[in-house]
């Protein structure tokens, strides 16, 4: 099995890419600050219990439909898979959401 991993700044090349194609074929141009829209992560900080679960929501505008990636610091702490977060173990560990190539972070502690 080949496992690839990317790095951060790997994965906002990538999302950069392909989100600035679909941000220029919904007609979505940049503002003076150089975002394309606002977009903000539903939590930045959050506590959970080993087994718990709870959803993420990145609110964006509503005519934008650019794709959201999820990635986990630690997944023996905290899986993601469309924002739905499963805590693992205890610690620490940052969930961000990736958008058009821009991170949005929750900071995650899982206690036992």
Request: proline share 1%; hydrophobic share 35%.
């Amino acid at each position: 099995m080949n496992n690839t991993y990317y790095s951060s700044g790997d994965l906002a090349l990538m999302n950069g890419v392909i989100n600035n194609s679909v941000d220029s074929a919904n007609g979505l141009n940049r503002t003076d600050d150089g975002s394309m829209y606002e977009v903000t992560l539903s939590k930045t900080e959050l506590d959970l219990e080993v087994g718990e679960e709870t959803t993420l929501r990145v609110k964006k505008e509503e005519k934008v439909k650019v794709p959201v990636w999820w990635t986990t610091g630690d997944a023996s702490i905290v899986t993601v898979k469309d924002g739905v977060l499963t805590a693992i173990g205890a610690g620490e560990t940052t969930v961000s959401a990736w958008v058009a190539g821009v991170e949005y972070s929750c900071t995650v502690t899982v206690e036992k």
